[in-house]
């Protein structure tokens, strides 16, 4: 038998004991699910391996508000190019628009899909009006795929990627901060920051890869918008494929700049693709 429950208000109880309720787990399980599935459906949105069907390329193709859906169709056409796929022909007016997007990574992907069709008319004329972009990586993207079509008028710009790059502050004020001097950076990487004329810092990111060979200037002091600020020495992928290119469309005038890649300083595959570079150029004679 068991024993009375003692009443807090005096006397007994032979009630049963209520014990507290155990609170819900449902909402932890929510939390923890929201962390799992956000970062998921973030990273599936926009990874690029993910299969589009053909109506998805046609609305990211014009989708301007979201560069990485641009990006990602561009790269799905690639694909259907590389592939010989007859489809992705209907996507070429697309491809020629995204050429003229006020983004430059769209312009620099565009760049390199048209590269891969070189019997395209419609390409090879817009990878010709690339040539005059603003952005240097653009610039070398389009000259690196119009050797695809045999045409040597990117010649000027891929003689540029073996020499140091001018890096050029894009306003005037006085410099805050600098990257130090032998530093890689990557495109988009902080190389500077400037304060205007207005008290506000901004932030001077570097064109191109590279390593700093020199610094123009120093913390402290005064620069002009187009004043050079660092001379950035090419990164190693950059030569490679400037040499690699100039094997078809070199001339003997780009020798010296051709043949000190060829030296012992040099990494051993720069070293070779420099002397394979160099004895194309000397067979064709020009």
Do not use: C
Not at 62 to 91: C, M, W, Y
Not at 146 to 153: I, T
Not at 263 to 284: H, V
């Amino acid at each position: 038998m068991e024993p009375d429950l003692v009443n807090p208000n005096g006397g007994s109880a032979n009630a049963a004991v209520v014990k507290p309720k155990r609170p819900s787990n449902i909402w932890l399980i929510i939390v923890a699910a929201l962390f799992i599935i956000v970062p998921f459906l973030t990273w599936y949105g926009t990874w690029f391996g993910r299969d589009l069907s053909d109506e998805d390329i046609a609305k990211y193709l014009v989708d301007e508000q979201n560069p990485r859906h641009i990006q990602h169709a561009l790269l799905q056409v690639e694909e259907k190019i590389e592939r010989g796929d007859p489809t992705s022909k209907k996507f070429y007016p697309q491809i020629v628009s995204s050429a003229k997007s006020s983004h430059a990574e769209i312009r620099k992907t565009a760049a390199w899909v048209m590269g891969q069709d070189n019997r395209s008319e419609e390409f090879h004329g817009a990878l010709l009006d690339l040539l005059k972009d603003s952005e240097p990586l653009v610039r070398r993207n389009a000259a690196l795929q119009l050797v695809r079509f045999g045409d040597s008028s990117g010649r000027p710009e891929l003689r540029a990627m073996l020499q140091s790059f001018e890096a050029k502050a894009p306003i005037s004020g006085s410099v805050v901060s600098l990257l130090a001097r032998g530093a890689t950076i990557k495109s988009g990487g902080l190389l500077a920051r400037v304060r205007d004329t207005s008290g506000n810092v901004q932030e001077f990111r570097s064109p191109v890869d590279g390593a700093i060979n020199s610094l123009a200037v120093k913390e402290g002091d005064a620069v002009t918008a187009g004043q050079t600020v660092a001379l950035l020495t090419p990164d190693q992928a950059t030569v490679n494929d400037a040499l690699r290119a100039l094997a078809y469309v070199g001339r003997k005038d780009d020798l010296p700049l051709v043949e000190p890649y060829a030296q012992s300083g040099a990494r051993a595959e720069t070293i070779q693709q420099a002397m394979a570079t160099a004895n194309a150029i000397g067979d064709r004679g020009k």
